[in-house]
């Protein structure tokens, strides 16, 4: 008795901590947390402190979860900006090739490399550094609830998880109506000539149900070249530091000069036929060093490009209520270049 109380009380402390995240799963219609009853609160569905669905009040582990009424009502515009906003995380914005760092329990890394992130429980950690490389390839649209695990998970999700998860689940087509498709567009634009897009669309449609999701994001970002003097347009351009290579350029923008160029893509894609399940995902982000080097040891719009493709197939074969067996494929290849 005394155990179950201290969970409730430990829930319902967590939920101030983070002020105006919901600690719900975004099922319930309701997203103001305080209108919940206390069963409602304790009994929301997660999936991410054991791999298998589980109420809130019975993961074995610290979470937050960020619903999709979340992301609207804080206008967010990425999914870089709800990682930069989760409690107990530390961020480092550089506006270069690696956009974001982030950490948990003030172990600083130079990379995002001991959170494991994952997409629907399949790790999208990059295979050659193990960084989880979160800017502004993934739609919003196509998500329903983001959870973070808050403490060490290797002994279920291995080494990556070494401070926590980030675990995002996406909305699919077979939680609609037989009969039922959805179509979400977005559009943004910004500072900076900045411009984005978003499509998502979904449907159910008697056995077979499909969730499609694209993304694209270019900018010149923020010129910040009279910022703090390491950056200036006058080490970029000095001849006796760069000699020749002045000649040279790239995306079609001489050396010379702050360019910061981002031009950041993703397509996601899933389809279920009864019990078989199949999907792919792909992203591609080109951004350019912003801050990671001053403009003596490097050209700004020098890059790292990075990719991700990832094909998985899955048959899950319920033989009685006690008796599951899933099969499933998984390719997956990363790619860095620059």
């Not at 923020?222 to 390491?230: A, H, N, P, Q």
Request: zero cysteines; proline letters at 2%.
């Amino acid at each position: 008795m005394f155990k179950k109380l201290f969970r409730i009380v430990y829930i319902l402390f967590f939920s101030g901590f983070a002020s105006n995240f919901s600690v719900y799963a975004g099922e319930l219609d309701d997203d103001d947390i305080f209108s919940l009853t206390l069963e409602q609160l304790l009994h929301t569905k997660v999936i991410s402190s054991n791999g298998i669905e589980e109420t809130l009040i019975d993961a074995p582990a610290a979470m937050l979860v960020i619903s999709q009424q979340d992301i609207s009502q804080r206008g967010y515009n990425s999914l870089m900006e709800v990682i930069v906003d989760l409690p107990g995380f530390d961020t480092v914005v550089t506006g270069g090739s690696s956009p974001l760092t982030t950490y948990q329990r003030g172990y600083r890394t130079p990379q995002t490399t001991r959170t494991l992130f994952m997409i629907d429980g399949r790790v999208e950690n990059h295979l050659w550094s193990q960084q989880a490389i979160i800017s502004r390839q993934y739609p919003l649209t196509m998500i329903k609830r983001v959870e973070v695990l808050y403490g060490p998970a290797s002994a279920k999700y291995g080494a990556n998880a070494f401070l926590g998860v980030i675990n995002v689940i996406t909305k699919k087509g077979a939680e609609l109506s037989d009969g039922e498709d959805e179509l979400i567009a977005k559009a943004e634009i910004g500072s900076w000539n900045s411009r984005g897009g978003e499509l998502f669309a979904r449907g159910h449609h008697s056995n077979f149900s499909y969730d499609i999701s694209l993304r694209l994001f270019t900018s010149e970002e923020e010129d910040l070249s009279s910022r703090w003097g390491f950056l200036s347009n006058d080490l970029y351009s000095n001849k006796s530091i760069w000699g020749p290579l002045l000649a040279l350029g790239n995306d079609g923008i001489k050396f010379g000069q702050y360019a910061d160029p981002t031009d950041d893509r993703g397509f996601f894609a899933n389809g279920q036929y009864k019990d078989i399940s199949f999907g792919i995902s792909q992203w591609q982000i080109d951004e350019g060093y912003g801050t990671d080097f001053t403009a003596d040891k490097g050209q700004v719009n020098g890059d790292w490009l990075r990719s991700s493709k990832q094909y998985y197939f899955e048959h899950n074969l319920q033989i009685n209520r006690k008796l599951n067996i899933t099969s499933a494929l998984n390719y997956r290849e990363s790619r860095v270049w620059g």
